[in-house]
């Protein structure tokens, strides 16, 4: 599901005239993505939150520990899944804590993780689009005009 050029969420199931959506803020909201620039690739999943007026954030998981991750680095999915094309923008990394800028945390000593403010506005989603992988190529080029 894409709002603008921006991953908003993914499909999570169809009929013939609807379709539910999960949001990428949505603990049920898994999909594969990597940072931009690096070799870094995880799995991004909603957070938790419980009250409507919760900052927007998403958790990027299973990250390899040896990379090091800048905040404000852009976040696409990852190409590596079947049903999500690659190179479509997810979000941003934010700091953990503004007052100690930490980008990343060490989970243990096989991956970190970081958080992810998503790019798409999911407070004022109006219209969305949904991508198959063979629209990939229509979409990125919209992306770079």
């Not at 603008?4 to 990428?24: D, N, Q």
């Not at 079947?82 to 923008?89: R, S």
Request: with cysteine.
């Amino acid at each position: 599901m894409v709002d603008g050029t921006y991953v908003a969420g993914i499909i999570k199931e169809t009929t013939a005239r609807t379709a539910t959506v999960a949001t990428v803020a949505a603990p049920s909201c898994r999909v594969s993505v990597r940072i931009r620039g690096t070799h870094g690739f995880g799995i991004m999943r909603g957070s938790r939150q419980t009250r409507w007026y919760s900052p927007v954030y998403s958790v990027v998981e299973y990250l390899p520990p040896d990379v090091s991750y800048e905040k404000s680095k852009l976040v696409e999915t990852s190409g590596l899944s079947l049903q999500i094309p690659g190179g479509l923008p997810v979000g941003r990394l934010t700091p953990w804590d503004d007052s100690k800028g930490e980008i990343s945390r060490t989970v243990n000593t096989l991956y970190k993780e970081t958080k992810l403010t998503p790019t798409a506005d999911l407070q004022d989603i109006q219209f969305v689009a949904v991508v198959s992988k063979e629209r990939t190529e229509a979409l990125k080029k919209a992306m770079r005009e």
